[in-house]
């Protein structure tokens, strides 16, 4: 089982620039999550899904768009980088409600901004 | 709205003493709590949860946590820390929804 993988591992990109973040999992959880991780802000949630098609908004959407196609993939898309969106971002799943099992993560995109 | 607090971002312990991770909680109905670590450069791994089962829970690695909903709070122990042990430690909430917020963190480091 590979589990959560995510892609491209490490993103250098120019302000304004567009560019997507995949995010894969093979264990047909129907959960999936991005979180994006700046030192000593923790962990926030940008957007979330509960099934394919179906999509919402977590603490900071904002530069951010997201689509659920299928089970398995999650891509999420920065339409005009910013350098505020340098950061690590993480994809994580889950096979039933998150509140109860908690979240498979992925080992994270670092992506920088210039 | 629900949210953690975790107190203290940087935590030093000898090895082989006591590992004390503080976390409380905010939330306006029954609470999911999850501690996660990370090591350097990985992603983050589930090492215990609390689901309204038992109040003290054991995780991996010979971590746990006892969730106190008087104090609303999960502090995270170790009796006898190990120099592997030395990782990022997030306190997270949910509310069974499919979101779970996370803690700032606490940096746990080992003096030898």
């Known amino acids: 089982n590979a589990g959560v993988t995510q892609t491209p591992k490490f993103q250098v990109l120019k302000t304004g620039q567009s560019m997507t973040l995949q995010c894969a999992q093979d264990m047909n959880h129907e959960y999936m999550s991005w979180y994006r991780q700046d030192p000593g802000m923790g962990l926030r949630l940008i957007h979330y899904?509960?099934?394919?098609?179906?999509?919402d908004q977590g603490e900071v959407p904002n530069g951010y768009n997201v689509s659920r196609s299928t089970t398995e993939d999650f891509p999420l898309r920065l339409l005009s980088a910013a350098p505020s969106q340098t950061s690590v971002y993480f994809c994580a799943s889950s096979s039933a409600q998150a509140g109860l099992v908690g979240y498979t993560f992925g080992s994270g995109t670092r992506l920088t901004v210039v | 709205a629900q949210s953690v607090t975790q107190l203290g971002s940087h935590v030093s312990v000898s090895e082989g003493a006591l590992v004390l991770l503080r976390c409380n909680y905010s939330s306006s109905v029954p609470p999911y709590l999850f501690w996660y670590v990370q090591y350097p450069n990985q992603g983050l791994q589930l090492l215990l949860k609390y689901t309204s089962a038992a109040t003290l829970v054991k995780g991996i690695n010979g971590f746990e946590a006892e969730f106190k909903k008087s104090e609303t709070s999960f502090h995270l122990t170790k009796p006898s820390a190990h120099m592997s042990d030395a990782a990022e430690y997030f306190c997270a909430v949910s509310d069974v929804g499919s979101k779970i917020i996370f803690g700032s963190g606490t940096r746990l480091s080992i003096r030898p």
């Open positions: 899904s509960v099934g394919a098609g179906i999509t």
